[in-house]
């Protein structure tokens, strides 16, 4: 992955006395969908920044389509497209003067009449923004990025706050784009956007990137055990229930126990028996595949979204 | 280029939507027209010339208010973020609000013409040359003052503070509402530093004496001056991002933009040809003063 079409290598961006990004590396191939992946605050939205030449980085190497973001970026500019986390337009501008506005800032251009077709805008290109509703704002957004037919393109948290019947229509465009070989930088905090939606995922957390690889590569690093989730009538000190046949380790969070079992039965059979001879009850009883949740959650000991 | 006239456009579009915009812009100039006319113009056709010169002034001064507060709420609400993913820098995107602006000035300005002529029967148009160049660098530079207002603060109420204090500067030391020669000596030394004064007396230079654009060379010289040292500090203090904070030493760029006028200002507090002149046009257009009742 040497010669990704973004590269990241060792990348450091510090506030005044805070490192929100520390040696961060990674690169991204051609028409791939990547996903930074970390809880708020965890430096993606300063790498993003970085890449679409918006921030200044203090340290490391970056090069985006062989640019630099900073050395060149109105070059990079012109090849690249993003929904940015934080942004507006004028209330007053019409979605179609929006297009045509944006349109004309590039030397490569898509029609603005065929982006208000495939993003459902047609019957609104006459309304004003502030019209909108917010998955409206969403899919102009969306467009706005692909005005000028873009190699990559950069969505920094594209469905946060959105709700979820938005949720999903950003999953099914973001999946046409894939068909269309975009290459794709996407930063979130959901667990299932990057389960459904990237080939490959960073997990970031503090600034630092704790795990790379596939969704599936990820969750087989927890491979060979299964998750076992109860929640009991009385808490039990968890060192009792790791103790529980063929259970590897065993965490609880907020009440839950989350037990990791290489063989499901024995240990639901021991739980059982123990918990009668402790005289204690089980109020619920879950058993799940890993998810990247769980992955984070290995890693760091503590939940995504805390 | 094209991509700044594309956004000339829309800024234009934009302003007409905005009420306060046309408040400032449409009403207000009308209102001062009316006002002025109403009260001071029954004087004969020499003190609506006087009068229309006032007028223009102050419908070309008002553009930095506008200017100003756009560009800082555009900046708090994450807009010019969504610009700046965009290959447009902030040259285009400050001109473009220079060129839409004084593209709406116009109207207000041929209007104003109108009711003096047809209405308040004004019989001549003064130099006409002079006063279109004046009006049109006077456009630009006031709307670069309200560029470099917008860059040297945080917050809308920063900035609204600070331009109520450059109004009150203009619009009474000027001379577009109190004449100049009425003020006592110390006040008009202090005049001769507002770049609102060579706008004001320029034009009433032209209309009234039909000064030719040699004569109001000075004027529109340290007008141009301001205009491109405004700019080109409007554009490299110029902040894209709502958490930005205004850099240290940024107040001492903004001088930059005065100098022109502080060496302007020393110069004719010096000579006093000016406020001569001044005074023999208040005597030409209203010998016994402004009368508040017809002949």
């Known amino acids: 992955m040497s010669d990704g079409i973004i590269q990241v290598d060792n990348l450091v961006k510090q506030y005044g006395a805070v490192q929100a990004v520390r040696r961060v590396s990674f690169a991204v191939g051609e028409g791939e969908v990547f996903g930074l992946l970390g809880p708020n605050g965890a430096g993606k939205t300063s790498t993003v920044e970085i890449l679409e030449g918006m921030r200044r980085r203090d340290g490391g190497r970056v090069v985006v389509c062989g640019l630099d973001p900073e050395r060149n970026s109105q070059e990079l500019k012109q090849q690249v497209g993003a929904v940015l986390q934080f942004t507006s337009l004028p209330d007053k501008l019409r979605v179609e003067e929006a297009l045509r506005l944006f349109a004309g800032f590039y030397h490569r251009r898509r029609e603005p009449d065929e982006l208000l077709e495939r993003f459902q805008l047609a019957e609104k290109r006459r309304a004003f923004y502030h019209q909108l509703s917010g998955g409206q704002k969403q899919r102009l957004a969306m467009a706005l990025a692909l005005v000028n037919d873009p190699q990559v393109l950069f969505l920094d948290e594209p469905t946060a706050g959105l709700d979820p019947q938005v949720r999903r229509e950003t999953y099914s465009i973001i999946e046409e784009l894939r068909r269309e070989k975009k290459t794709i930088l996407l930063t979130t905090h959901y667990i299932e956007e990057a389960e459904r939606l990237c080939d490959r995922v960073a997990i970031i957390d503090q600034g630092k990137v704790i795990a790379l690889g596939t969704p599936r590569e990820l969750k087989q690093r927890s491979a060979g055990t299964t998750r076992i989730e109860v929640r009991l009538a009385r808490p039990e000190p968890d060192g009792a229930l790791r103790r529980l046949e063929a259970v590897t380790d065993c965490r609880e969070f907020e009440g839950t126990y989350v037990l990791h079992s290489t063989r499901v039965p024995p240990t639901i059979v021991s739980l059982v028996k123990h918990l009668e001879a402790e005289g204690n009850e089980l109020e619920s009883l879950e058993i799940r595949t890993p998810s990247l949740e769980d992955v984070f959650i290995e890693l760091t000991g503590r939940r995504l979204r805390d | 280029m094209s991509a700044t006239m594309a956004l000339t456009g829309v800024r234009m579009r934009l ?281």
């Open chain 2, 15 to 295: 302003a007409l939507r905005n009420r306060a915009f046309i408040f400032f812009s449409v009403v207000m100039p009308l209102g001062f027209l009316f006002g002025f006319f109403l009260v001071f113009g029954r004087g004969g056709p020499a003190a609506v010339t006087y009068l229309l010169a006032a007028v223009l002034a102050l419908s070309v001064m008002g553009s930095f208010w506008g200017l100003s507060v756009q560009l800082v709420s555009f900046r708090e609400q994450g807009i010019l973020r969504r610009f700046r993913l965009t290959p447009i820098g902030a040259g285009p995107l400050l001109g473009s609000s220079i060129l839409a602006n004084y593209m709406l000035t116009i109207p207000t300005i041929v209007v104003e013409y109108a009711v003096a002529r047809w209405l308040f029967g004004m019989t001549s148009w003064g130099n006409l040359a002079s006063a279109i160049v004046l009006v049109t660098v006077g456009s630009a530079t006031f709307s670069a003052l309200g560029l470099i207002v917008a860059s040297v603060t945080n917050s809308l109420q920063e900035t609204q503070v600070i331009n109520n204090a450059l109004w009150s500067l203009f619009f009474f030391l000027s001379g577009a509402s109190i004449p100049l020669a009425m003020f006592p000596t110390w006040m008009q030394k202090l005049a001769f530093y507002l770049p609102a004064t060579y706008l004001v007396s320029g034009l009433e230079r032209a209309m009234v004496n039909g000064t030719g654009l040699g004569g109001v060379a000075a004027d529109t010289l340290a007008l141009t001056a301001s205009l491109l040292a405004a700019f080109e500090v409007s554009r490299r203090l110029f902040r894209w991002e709502p958490e930005e904070r205004v850099p240290a030493g940024a107040k001492a760029w903004a001088l930059l933009a005065v100098i022109p006028f502080l060496l302007l200002g020393a110069w004719e507090s010096h000579s006093s040809q000016r406020v001569a002149e001044m005074q023999q046009i208040l005597q030409a257009v209203a010998p016994h003063g402004f009368s508040f009742k017809g002949k």
